[in-house]
């Protein structure tokens, strides 16, 4: 191949130019020899992660009788139920990255301002590791268990004469998913933001007392805009880590709230109408290039604080 | 007043880098309350699943029907896909470091996107790709769990090199007269065992926890076996959880404490565990 190239270059081009085209040649071919390195990890990638998500994307635009183009899919997948899904999901995603977002904010803020005490610390830092890891089947029934109709706070909550029960308020519904979400996104926000908080500098602040400005003029011209892109940035990470949950809300709720990764599942179950199996590969390209979209916003963000904090 | 100056400038003087001159203004009792009511947020579930189940139900989780096979078969899973991870994810990650580092940027590019795709995504066109013999076999979420496990397992080795002069050990090395094999196994791994020990505990704290793909393949794995167990008798599911939960616990403990003792200081006591949840942690696949 190389010797190939080599000779066959120097016909077509200018004489100079041979040797050159030579050189080129070989140091492709030596790149590709480098990277028969790396062989293992692409093929594994490439048939574990990028032909299935290919499928998905090719199958969402397929007749699933006949496997002719069709836009029928996307046409179902974005009306009726499913459209719901999609607007619930991203409405759900959005509650539980921005209230989270904002109290695990605050008790980020407690533990960075106890540094002194590093028993506290220690002990908020662990804990939030452990709840932010904590999810899916688990967190449903501690739930379950507090806030079922025969719950324990919904118990206590009785004999103080509050029967939440009695109201609108059922735990297998969108505000229950909520509340639980929130269990494991404020301890999320808080191991994210954390180190954001840590990078303002003491030194920025005094700058500002010296110059006499008081703590609310600091937040609002100082810590504020520093703090901003970051605290934005592990919204969206919220947002994307609430948008695929599927385990929480299905054992919640049973498959009753209409979500999309729930609706996913039903295709999967094999809960469908005949000839709309690929609706099923229509929600889940949706659902990519919705958080895809997220996540390009999350690292232009990230890239933009991670320049502030340096 | 004069206790409370002087209190605050003790303070100051015993930490220099402390926030300036903020527990001097305000008396933290506000940080207190936010703690306290967190604290209540996060414990009483906890109660209130522990009231729930009885501690009765917690001896009564070993002996139900399943639970053996779905515990076994969660293990089983946990051993191929910290292999197959480890196998894979090293060598290569070692290699670029080495001879491609132009390519350092694609590959964490490239083991970022299974948090992009979401494992529902995911096991649909698996299901639909995966040839007949491997779709007939839990292993295939073995070999799946190794691409949801490589963001965890690609910051950890990456973050684990990035600590060593790499390429001073591999030219000492080199220059010693010790082939490629022999610096791989006798110079670099020997030095990467923090690395590959917090990446292992990664990955088996994920596969132990996954429900999405497991149920949506219709394979009896732990989490799945709670579930379906549900129906038969909630106390005993709701003990099983509880015990899913402390092995969380327990598994991000062993993180830090190995984190900790390699750079000893605070900061980096949770730096695994923060870096886990950084890229996304357990919990979304989890979830």
Redesign the interface.
């Known amino acids: 191949m190389a010797s190939n190239t080599a000779v066959s270059a120097p016909s077509g081009t200018q004489p100079g130019s041979g040797g050159r085209a030579a050189a080129r040649a070989v140091s492709v071919l030596r790149s590709g020899r480098?990277?028969l390195?790396?062989a293992?990890?692409t093929v594994?990638?490439v048939a574990?992660?990028f032909?299935?998500?290919?499928?998905?994307a090719v199958?969402a635009f397929q007749n699933s009788d006949n496997g002719n183009f069709t836009l029928s899919n996307v046409r179902t997948a974005t009306h009726g139920i499913y459209l719901e899904g999609f607007r619930q999901s991203v409405e759900l995603s959005l509650l539980a990255a921005i209230i989270p977002g904002i109290?695990g904010l605050?008790?980020a803020y407690?533990?960075?301002?106890?540094?002194?005490a590093?028993v506290?610390?220690?002990v908020?830092?662990?804990?939030s590791?452990?709840?932010?890891?904590?999810?899916?089947?688990?967190?449903a029934?501690?739930?379950i268990?507090?806030?079922g109709t025969t719950?324990?706070?919904t118990g206590w909550l009785k004999d103080l004469g509050f029967d939440i029960y009695a109201g609108h308020f059922s735990l297998f519904t969108f505000t229950g998913v909520l509340l639980a979400y929130m269990?494991?996104q404020?301890?999320?926000m808080v191991?994210?933001i954390?180190?954001a908080l840590e990078g303002?500098r003491?030194?920025w602040?005094?700058a500002a007392?010296n110059m006499g400005a008081g703590?609310w003029q600091y937040w609002r011209y100082v810590g504020g805009p520093v703090l901003a892109p970051a605290f934005l940035g592990c919204l969206l990470?919220l947002f994307?880590?609430s948008?695929?949950?599927?385990?929480?809300a299905d054992?919640m709720t049973a498959g009753a709230l209409a979500l999309t990764?729930i609706q996913?599942?039903q295709?999967?179950?094999g809960n469908v109408i005949a000839g709309q199996q690929n609706v099923?590969?229509a929600l889940?390209?949706g659902?990519?290039i919705i958080?895809?979209a997220v996540?390009i916003v999350y690292v232009l963000l990230q890239r933009r604080a991670a320049r502030w904090l340096q | 007043m004069a206790a409370v100056i002087d209190t605050g400038q003790a303070g100051r003087a015993t930490a220099p880098p402390g926030p300036a001159g903020r527990p001097r203004r305000r008396p933290p009792v506000w940080r207190w309350v936010i703690l306290v009511l967190a604290g209540i947020y996060f414990l009483i579930p906890l109660y209130a699943a522990l009231r729930f189940a009885g501690f009765k139900a917690f001896p009564d989780v070993l002996h139900q029907a399943g639970f053996t096979g779905a515990l076994t078969l969660s293990l089983r899973l946990a051993l191929i896909t910290t292999v197959l991870t480890l196998v894979l994810m090293v060598p290569t990650v070692i290699y670029v470091h080495l001879r491609l580092p132009r390519l350092r940027r694609l590959l964490e590019a490239i083991t970022i996107l299974p948090i992009v795709i979401p494992p529902i995504v995911l096991i649909v066109g698996v299901l639909q790709v995966a040839p007949g013999t491997l779709k007939s076999s839990p292993n295939l979420l073995g070999l799946e769990y190794v691409v949801l496990a490589m963001p965890f397992a690609y910051r950890s080795i990456d973050a684990g090199l990035r600590a060593l002069d790499l390429k001073t050990l591999v030219e000492a090395s080199n220059s010693l007269g010790a082939g490629w094999l022999a610096t791989l196994w006798r110079v670099v791994l020997p030095n990467l065992g923090t690395a590959m020990l917090s990446a292992t505990v990664l990955t088996v704290a994920l596969v132990l926890g996954e429900f999405t793909m497991a149920s949506l393949d219709l394979y009896q794995t732990f989490p799945v076996w709670i579930v379906n167990f549900e129906q038969s008798s909630g106390p005993v599911s709701v003990a099983a959880s509880l015990l899913a939960l402390f092995v969380t616990w327990i598994f991000l403990m062993v993180i830090a404490t190995l984190g900790g003792r390699r750079a000893g200081s605070q900061a980096s006591m949770f730096s695994a565990v923060r870096r886990d949840t950084r890229a996304g942690g357990r919990g979304p696949l989890a979830r």
Do not use: D, W
């Open positions: 480098r990277l390195g790396i293992p990890f594994y990638v574990g992660l032909l299935p998500t290919v499928a998905v199958g109290l605050l008790i407690a533990i960075y301002t106890a540094r002194h590093s506290l610390r220690r908020a830092i662990t804990a590791g452990v709840f932010a890891n904590f999810g899916g089947v688990p967190l029934f501690l739930f268990a507090s806030l719950g324990i706070v269990y494991f404020i301890p999320l191991l994210v954390l180190p303002l003491p030194a602040r005094e007392h703590t990470l994307g880590s948008f695929a949950a599927y385990a929480t054992a990764p996913i599942g295709f999967l179950n099923g590969k889940g390209l659902m990519v958080i895809a996540m």
